[in-house]
């Protein structure tokens, strides 16, 4: 699954797959990957990203067009 949505999201906010892998603690090679599909991006990882760009996994994946997220719980794992 080509997640076109986080260059999308990327470049919307000004900046460089370097600076998402600093955020994620990760190569850019790696990150490359997860945009371009030639690497599964874990569960974890998309969180994390959805945490950051306030938005829904539903979002980044294609299940929905709505950028907005769905309101937080109180035992939200990635509450940056």
């Known amino acids: 699954m080509k997640l076109q949505r986080l260059r ?3 470049e919307d906010h000004d900046l460089k797959q370097v600076d ?3 955020y994620l603690h990760i190569s850019q090679r790696t990150y490359s990957h997860y945009e371009t599909d030639s ?11 959805a945490v950051y760009y306030e938005t829904s996994l ?15 719980s109180k ?3 990635f509450t940056e």
């Open 8 to 10: 999308d999201l990327r």
């Open 75 to 77: 035992h939200a794992p």
């Open 58 to 72: 539903d979002y980044l994946t294609n299940l929905t067009d709505h950028k907005k997220p769905y309101p937080k």
């Open 20 to 22: 998402i892998a600093d």
């Open 39 to 49: 690497r599964s991006i874990p569960l974890e990882t998309l969180i994390r990203l």
